[in-house]
């Protein structure tokens, strides 16, 4: 359950990190602080999962 809500969130960071640059309506200010922002808080998932790594148990990698 773990590793799929923590895959989620990194494709949701993936998305927006595509979109923000598209946002031509924004400030290039604005766009580059959500960037930042989303840059971060990557930082802060992947330092949980580090921190809380019996929640994520790493998939088996099955050998050909």
Do not use: C, W
């Not at 979109?19 to 989303?38: C, G, H, I, N, V």
């Not at 019996?54 to 088996?60: A, E, G, N």
């Amino acid at each position: 359950y773990f590793n799929q809500f923590k895959d989620n969130l990194f494709a949701g960071m993936e998305y927006y990190r595509g979109l923000f640059p598209k946002m031509l309506q924004e400030t290039r200010d604005s766009r580059e602080r959500a960037m930042a922002e989303l840059h971060s808080f990557k930082n802060k998932l992947k330092e949980f999962i580090a921190n809380h790594s019996h929640l994520f148990p790493q998939p088996l990698l099955v050998s050909a």
